[in-house]
C-alpha cells in the first residue's frame, strides 16, 4: 500500500470521528491503567461495568490497598482472570506508592515494570492518558493492518513497529483509536461490513463481503 492510500484511510476515519478516544470509563491515569489492566482478555463493557462500583469507594493505589484482596476481588470478579489481575494491581499499587509518589510513570520503560503492565498496556497509557504518539496494537488493530494492507506483519510488535514508520505524523496521536473503533464496529473478525466501510474503495483486502 503506498503512502497516498494510507494518508486518505485515515483521512476517511478521521472525517467520521474526529476524536476518538478509549471506550473505558476513566477520570484519572490510575484509573486508566487500572481499567486496561482489567480489559485484558476481557471487554471495555464489562471493565466499565465493575469499575462503576470499584472507582467510587478506592480510585488511588491507597484506596484500593486499603480495599483488601478480598474486597477488590469482589468488584472485579464478572471480569475473566480477575484472581491474576486483582493480585497485579494491589502490587502496582504497592510499586506506585514506594517508587512514584503514587503517581503513574510517563515512560514506556518504567510502566512496563508494574505488574500486569505489558507493551500494548504501556502504549495505551502513554497514548491516552498523556498524549504520546504511540500505537497499541490489540486484536483490532492486527487484523485491520494486516487485512487492509495499512501494515502487515506475522506479530502484534511487527505491526507496531510497522504502523510507526507508515502512519502520517498528522493522524499518529489518535491512529489505534481508530483503528480498534473500526476494527470492533466494522472490519469484524468473523463477518467484515465491508458494504458500509467507509474505506472500502482503499482497502486492499481480497475476500471482501460484497
Not at 1 to 25: D, G, Q, V, W, Y
Not at 128 to 141: L, Y
Not at 168 to 194: N, S
Amino acid at each position: 500500500m503506498n503512502a497516498a492510500k494510507r494518508r486518505e484511510i485515515f483521512a476517511c476515519l478521521k472525517s467520521t470521528n474526529p476524536h476518538p478516544t478509549t471506550e473505558l470509563e476513566y477520570h484519572s491515569p490510575f484509573e486508566l491503567l487500572v481499567a486496561v489492566v482489567l480489559s485484558a482478555q476481557a471487554t471495555d463493557k464489562s471493565v466499565n461495568l465493575a469499575t462503576k462500583k470499584l472507582f467510587p469507594q478506592a480510585n488511588t493505589p491507597e484506596t484500593i490497598l486499603a480495599l483488601g484482596e478480598a474486597r477488590l476481588l469482589s468488584f472485579i470478579k464478572s471480569i475473566g482472570l480477575y484472581k491474576t489481575k486483582a493480585k497485579n494491581i494491589l502490587a502496582t499499587c504497592q510499586l506506585l506508592i514506594q517508587q512514584h509518589h503514587s503517581e503513574v510513570p510517563r515512560t514506556r520503560e518504567q510502566l512496563e515494570k508494574l505488574p500486569g503492565v505489558g507493551r500494548k498496556t504501556a502504549n495505551v497509557v502513554l497514548n491516552t492518558a498523556f498524549g504520546q504518539p504511540t500505537i497499541a496494537v490489540d486484536t483490532h488493530i492486527f487484523r485491520i493492518s494486516n487485512r487492509t494492507g495499512i501494515a502487515r506483519g506475522k506479530n502484534v510488535l511487527d505491526v507496531e513497529l510497522k504502523l510507526l514508520k507508515v502512519v502520517p505524523k498528522e493522524f499518529f496521536l489518535d491512529a489505534h483509536h481508530w483503528m480498534i473503533l473500526h476494527g470492533r464496529y466494522v472490519c469484524k473478525a468473523r463477518k467484515p461490513e465491508c458494504a458500509s466501510c467507509i474505506i472500502n474503495h482503499l482497502c486492499e483486502f481480497k475476500e471482501k463481503t460484497i
